[in-house]
């Protein structure tokens, strides 16, 4: 099956940084989003974005379809931008979709 | 627009007990799906639901989880009897077409003891 590795595995910074999170997959997907789960443990949607940059807010992300690859960027860290980062990429089969999930970042953000 | 929803949000049960949890998705959504984390691990699928036909269940671990989806509405998901290995975090995740984008629900977090 596909391989998702995100990386680092773990990230500290001060409130205010900047930091930039990555995903690897090793095949062509249909679909690519990034998930922050928080402290509560809910999964919060970022982003939907199979190729391409959006943007929303302090947080905007990329992903390069031909090279599977997709990036994570977040800018003036915040204390709430703590948690676990997940990537997930679908991949369709006939009437069949699932997601596949990287290990995850957690990002630990320092007042 | 409501959201997904799961309850209960927290469980805790005896090992050999039955625990039924259960998921709203978002109204007009077909695509049901639940996912779980346990032991600190990956996410990983379980099923998917069309309605209230299951498309894929290859990711359900053994025959002591049960998944419905009655009249292609709410969705359950049973397991009867809880091992220890079974505590983690369910999720459930809705869709409106196949290959959107999911929107998850909270999560129901489930320790055996």
Same mark, same amino acid.
């Given at each position: 099956?596909?391989?998702?590795?995100?990386?680092?595995?773990?990230?500290?910074?001060?409130?205010?940084?900047?930091? %930039?999170?990555?995903?690897?997959?090793?095949?062509?997907?249909?679909?690519?989003?990034?998930?922050?789960?928080?402290?509560?443990?809910?999964?919060?949607?970022?982003?939907?974005?199979?190729?391409?940059?959006?943007?929303?807010?302090?947080?905007?992300?990329? %992903?390069?379809? %031909?090279?599977?690859?997709?990036?994570?960027?977040?800018?003036?860290?915040?204390? %709430?931008?703590?948690?676990?980062?997940?990537?997930?990429?679908?991949?369709?089969?006939?009437?069949?979709?699932?997601?596949?999930?990287?290990?995850?970042?957690?990002?630990?953000?320092?007042? | 627009? #409501?959201? $997904?929803?799961?309850?209960?949000?927290?469980?805790? /049960?005896?090992?050999?007990?039955?625990? *039924?949890?259960?998921? =709203?998705? /978002?109204?007009?959504? =077909?695509?049901?799906?639940?996912?779980?984390?346990? +032991?600190?691990?990956?996410?990983?699928?379980?099923?998917?639901? $069309?309605?209230?036909?299951?498309? =894929?269940?290859?990711? +359900?671990?053994?025959?002591?989880?049960? #998944?419905?989806? *009655?009249?292609?509405?709410?969705?359950?998901?049973?397991?009867?009897?809880?091992?220890?290995? =079974?505590?983690? $975090?369910?999720?459930?995740?809705?869709?409106? /077409?196949?290959?959107?984008?999911?929107?998850?629900?909270?999560?129901?977090?489930?320790?055996?003891?």
């Amino acid at each position: 099956g596909i391989q998702v590795e995100q990386s680092p595995p773990d990230l500290i910074l001060q409130e205010g940084a900047n930091s %930039t999170l990555r995903c690897n997959f090793s095949d062509s997907v249909n679909n690519l989003q990034w998930f922050h789960q928080n402290p509560w443990g809910q999964l919060i949607n970022l982003f939907y974005i199979p190729s391409g940059t959006k943007q929303n807010g302090r947080l905007s992300a990329t %992903t390069v379809a %031909t090279e599977r690859y997709s990036l994570l960027y977040i800018s003036s860290s915040q204390t %709430t931008d703590s948690g676990v980062y997940f990537c997930a990429v679908g991949i369709r089969g006939g009437s069949n979709y699932k997601l596949t999930f990287g290990k995850g970042t957690l990002l630990t953000v320092n007042p | 627009e #409501a959201g $997904v929803t799961q309850f209960p949000s927290h469980s805790v /049960i005896e090992k050999g007990q039955t625990v *039924t949890l259960r998921c =709203d998705p /978002i109204s007009g959504h =077909d695509n049901l799906y639940w996912y779980r984390r346990v +032991m600190g691990k990956e996410i990983k699928f379980l099923l998917h639901f $069309v309605k209230e036909s299951k498309q =894929d269940e290859s990711g +359900m671990p053994n025959n002591r989880f049960l #998944a419905e989806r *009655t009249g292609g509405t709410y969705s359950t998901l049973k397991v009867q009897p809880a091992e220890l290995e =079974d505590s983690g $975090v369910y999720f459930c995740a809705s869709s409106q /077409i196949l290959n959107g984008g999911y929107t998850f629900g909270s999560g129901t977090r489930l320790t055996v003891v």
